[in-house]
């Protein structure tokens, strides 16, 4: 079971050595590679072949261009649209991809002043039909560096759809530590499906210094009987990202 409270991908120690290679991290170049058009991946994402591999940070600036997918483990991320953007803080934000287990997270790390921030995006399992798996549950968190004081006061949703069922999250944090949520929402055995379109929203209040520093959206998927879990990645916590947040943000620009 996912705690909302330490939400996956938030906290985790960055080692040494994690973060040299975070310095040098490339480029993303995970786009959909000459793919003719009424071909289907399983799961419904259009093309003849999946896309490259998601690196562990893309730009928002990346991620929103129109034409942006990729994979991780066996995870199509794809379709990806803004809705709201405050300040433009979603479009100049740093997008991670992390795997802990079964627990798949897309974060965005920034600096989410007073407003209000939203966007889409579609999650696939890559060869579902034959590799058994499913999409089990989903849960939604947001994080501040305000944590412990009364400033902090936002609140954070996740309506994931598919064909047969639609699950709505909601996690909130109405000031000082104090966080409610009725999540994470478990889809039901009959549905557990093999793709899903999200709505990711977060609304910061109105109040002076208030901010958040990082949302997550983590989907927890179902492995049938007979197939085999995989161990934990290394993965880079959001709250650790934020100090490397401008010098990452820095050198993908230089890349690009």
Sequence with gaps: MLSLRSPIGLGAA??????????????????TAGAPSGNEWPGGVDGSSKPA???????????????????????????????????NKLASSIFQFTINGTNHTLAAIGDFTPGTYEYGYTMTIF?????????ESAATSATSSNIGTSIPAWTKTLD??????????TTSQAGGPLTTTDGPKTF???VQPVS?????????????NNAVQGITDTVTQKFDDGESVPGPLPILGAAAAFGF?????SRIKQTV
């Excluded at 960055?14 to 786009?31: D, E, F, T």
């Excluded at 060869?127 to 999409?135: E, P, V, Y």
């Excluded at 994931?160 to 999250?169: H, K, R, S, Y």
Aim: glycine letters at 6%; hydrophobic letters at 45%.
């Design 53 to 87: 591999a998601c690196n562990s940070f893309a730009l928002g600036s990346q991620i929103f261009s129109g034409s942006f997918a990729c994979i991780a483990g066996d995870k199509i991320y794809s379709s990806f649209s803004l809705i709201q953007d405050t300040g």
């Design 14 to 31: 960055l080692s040494a050595s994690l973060a040299a290679s975070l310095l040098s991290v490339s480029p993303v170049q995970a786009q």
């Design 127 to 135: 060869d579902a039909l034959n590799s058994g798996q499913r999409l």
């Design 196 to 208: 899903a379109d999200f709505i990711s929203k977060l609304v910061v209040a109105n109040l002076p």
């Design 245 to 249: 947040s401008r010098k990452l943000r």
């Design 160 to 169: 994931v759809a598919t064909n047969d069922e639609d699950l709505f999250i």
């Design 188 to 190: 039901g055995v009959a």
